[in-house]
Structures are given as structure tokens and as C-alpha cells.
């Protein structure tokens, strides 16, 4: 039987339209070159699939005949394949030409570190930062760390509390050992759950810097779209009430509920019926929440000090889209 390659690259494309064919060129330029590639055709009914040019037997199409969502699609694939690493990658980006060598560099710096994140770039502003890794604000918010910043704003490689999964790396064992990503969320903050889960056991999430994408943004589901606020709000309440310690419940439940607030009371007209139908799905699906959350206490075994450390608790940062530095600029660590 032959060796796997190192690294399976994973694409979930939904009508992904004119980024696809884009996206799959510029993947089959890279600089390291073991490597596969599948693009998951979540039922997509735009043709962009049927069009696309396969640039070589690296890269091929599973088609499950259904939409599975992006964790879904992601779970199907990294289940299948044999591959030491998976690498996800949306298909509204376009890599660096070494961009899986850098990924393969920030695992042999970090050879203990499950879970890697990518640079992310504005596709079509280069210069400034789409994202620089996912951070958690205790009280259930999360973002982009310094979207919307200059590139020279990135700090060098070091902790985020998990990688944005449009660009994420993964190694595959552990993630699968890990459930994967929650599949009820279909698509957004399970790559914030997921990293959430790897922090608990006790390991860390390391952003690489040099790994650089570039990314539209939502540019298949568009940003600020009605299934992007209910699948993003939604979600992000089913994080916290799924993986914050007890011990910090009775602390972090009433900011939690008037972040709710908060978030509900800005609004417009239009974007408050989202918010209103996706808290209604989150407390609708509060009691599953709940009950994965008792079948994941055995992976509680990390430090919660540690996890604390790696969590944003500054709601000044939170409007600002901040990441967590030390005194020195560099990311903080949350050991020690």
C-alpha cells in the first residue's frame, strides 16, 4: 500500500461560483507538493463544479449528494482519508505559493500543537488583515483577531485561542479523536468549538505568520446575510453554554445574557428579526447543548487558569477586534 500524502487539503464549496476555479489553481502552485486535495460539492447548484478544471490526480470531487454544511463535509473527509494533516481552506481564497510549507514549518517548531491557523489577507486589498486567528471573549463573543487592520499590525507567531477554520490546519488524528467539528452548527464558529475543545484538554492553538492566505470574507454565503447572523449568533451561544467551565458559569452567564442585549438593542429592524429567530434556535437547542456538554467532561483536563489566560476579558478589545499581546507586543502565551 502506498504512503498518504502528508496532507490532505479540503475544500467545502456551496455555489461557490467564479472564486472555485481560482482557489483550486493557485492551491496546485504550491511549493510543497505532497499533498492531496478534495473538493466536497455540498449540493451546490451554481455549476461551478461541473466546470471545474482539475489541474492534476492530486485533486478530485466527492460529491455526498447532499448539504452537509461546512463541519460536516470537513468531519466526512477527514474521517476518510489517511493523511497525517488536513488542511481546510474556503474556496473564496487564493494561497501563498509556500503556504502549506509554512504550515509544515509551524508544525516542526511546534511539533506538540494539534490545531494551526493562517494569516488571512483582504482579497482584494492585500495590504490590510482579514483575520489573524479566533478570538474568544469570555462572556460568548468571537472574532476575527485585527480584520480590518494594516498588515503590519500582525504580530509574530503565537497563540490564538483557535484557528479560523477558513484556513485552518488540523493534525487529522487528534481532530477525529475530538469529535471533530459539531455537526448541529453546519456551519460557522465550529472552528472557535473546536479550538475551544483542544484548549480544554490542555493544548494549545498556535498562528502562523507566514502561512498567508487570501480571503474574501463570506464571499459564498455573504457577510452580513441572514444565514450568516443566525448560524453566527446562534452558534456562538451554543459555545459558551457547551464548553465554559462550571466554575465560571455563575460569573460569565449574566455577561453573557447582556452581551445577548446588547447585541439585540443596536440592531436595525431588519438585522433584529435575525437575531431574535437565532436566539430562538439557541435556547430551542439549549437542551442538546447541555447534554454534549456532560458527554465532554472527560476531556476537561486541562488547566483552567491556562484556558482563562487565553480568553479575552476586556470588552474594550472586543469592540476593537483585538487580539491579546504582552508587554512586548508579541501574542500572549497562556502558560506559566
Known sequence: MSRPPAITVIIVAYNSGAYLQPCVDALSRQSFEDFEAVIVDNASTDGAVEALSLPDDRFRVDRPGENLGFAGAN????????????????????????????????????????????TQLRLDEPDIL??????????GVAWRALEGRPVQDNPPDGETFAPCGAAAFYDRARFVELGGFDERFFCYCEDVDYGYRVRLT??????????VVYHAGSGTTGRHSEFTLFHGHRNRIWVFFKNTPAILLPLLV???????????LRADGERRAYLKRAYR???DGLGAVMAQRRSLSRLRTGSIRALMRAMIWSPRLVTRRGVKLDRSGARATSKG
Not at 482579514?130 to 462572556?139: P, T
Not at 490542555?202 to 502561512?211: E, K, M, N, P, S
Open 75 to 118: 468531519n466526512r473527509v477527514a474521517r476518510a482519508v489517511t493523511s497525517p494533516w488536513i488542511a481546510l481552506l474556503n474556496p473564496d481564497t487564493r494561497v501563498a505559493p509556500d503556504w502549506l510549507e509554512a504550515l509544515m514549518r509551524g508544525h516542526e517548531a511546534w511539533p506538540d500543537c494539534p490545531a494551526f491557523g493562517s
Open 130 to 139: 482579514d483575520g489573524a486567528g479566533d478570538v474568544w471573549f469570555a462572556g
Open 202 to 211: 490542555g493544548q494549545v492553538c498556535i498562528q502562523l505568520t507566514d502561512a
Open 254 to 264: 449574566p455577561v453573557h445574557l447582556a452581551v445577548n442585549a446588547y447585541l439585540y
Open 281 to 283: 434556535a439557541a435556547w
